[in-house]
């Protein structure tokens, strides 16, 4: 929106200046611009799986493709969207869409997962991101290295990425698990937290 300047006429009360109420109102325009754009603003979604409680995800020994899935569908899932913002999980694709973000925006999440394993191994976390553009890229979430084998091991990851370009903006993103050895993989769920700029 472009400045609402004040009409104050030519000399003081020759009536050609706006009016106290048309004067308020382009006060108010100009205050709400400035108040829009000064502050950040949050919003946050819970997304909560009950899918995998019955049929964990199975990762093979040294698969690279083991995708994290969650269907939204838990008790949990609730949001505080006050804005009605674009819910950037996909239960159909079981994606993230982050193009209804800017460049500059924010996105924290609280990854949290129960994990079988059968032996000591190493496990990673990647968020596969700007899937689906010229230059997608992974960023390592967590690393962690079980000593013994262990029947759902909780395992919670906080991490953040930033629109920083327009690959990551409009690639999708998702989140993959790697290990050597063979596991299950109980998706409790995931928060995601957005910060508008």
Same mark, same amino acid.
């Given at each position: 929106?472009?400045?609402?300047?004040?009409?104050?006429?030519?000399?003081?009360?020759?009536?050609?200046?706006?009016?106290?109420?048309?004067?308020?109102?382009?006060?108010?325009?100009?205050?709400?611009?400035?108040?829009?754009?000064?502050?950040?603003?949050?919003?946050?979604?819970?997304?909560?799986?009950?899918?995998?409680?019955?049929?964990?995800?199975?990762?093979?020994?040294?698969?690279?493709?083991?995708?994290?899935?969650?269907?939204?569908?838990?008790?949990?899932?609730?949001?505080?969207?006050?804005?009605?913002?674009?819910?950037?999980? =996909?239960?159909?694709?079981?994606?993230?869409?982050?193009? %209804?973000?800017?460049?500059? !925006? @924010? &996105?924290? /999440? $609280? *990854?949290?997962?129960?994990?079988?394993?059968?032996?000591?191994?190493?496990?990673?976390?990647?968020?596969?991101?700007?899937?689906?553009?010229?230059?997608?890229?992974?960023? =390592?979430?967590?690393?962690?290295?079980?000593?013994?084998? %262990?029947?759902?091991?909780? !395992? @919670? &990851?906080? /991490? $953040? *990425?930033?629109?920083?370009?327009?690959?990551?903006?409009?690639?999708?993103?998702?989140?993959?698990?790697?290990?050597?050895?063979?596991?299950?993989?109980?998706?409790?769920?995931?928060?995601?937290?957005?910060?508008?700029?």
């Amino acid at each position: 929106m472009a400045k609402e300047v004040i009409g104050v006429g030519a000399v003081p009360n020759d009536g050609t200046g706006d009016t106290l109420r048309d004067a308020m109102i382009k006060a108010n325009n100009n205050f709400t611009e400035v108040y829009d754009f000064s502050f950040t603003k949050t919003y946050w979604f819970n997304a909560s799986d009950t899918a995998t409680t019955a049929t964990p995800i199975s990762h093979g020994a040294g698969a690279t493709g083991t995708y994290l899935t969650n269907n939204a569908a838990g008790t949990s899932t609730t949001s505080h969207n006050p804005n009605s913002n674009a819910t950037l999980w =996909n239960t159909s694709t079981n994606k993230f869409d982050f193009t %209804s973000l800017k460049i500059g !925006d @924010t &996105v924290e /999440f $609280r *990854i949290d997962i129960n994990l079988t394993n059968v032996a000591a191994q190493e496990v990673d976390l990647f968020m596969s991101i700007a899937e689906g553009t010229a230059a997608p890229y992974e960023l =390592n979430m967590n690393h962690a290295y079980y000593k013994t084998a %262990s029947t759902l091991a909780n !395992d @919670t &990851v906080l /991490f $953040r *990425i930033y629109m920083g370009d327009e690959n990551t903006r409009t690639g999708g993103a998702r989140f993959r698990f790697a290990s050597l050895d063979v596991a299950t993989i109980v998706v409790n769920g995931w928060f995601y937290q957005i910060t508008e700029v």
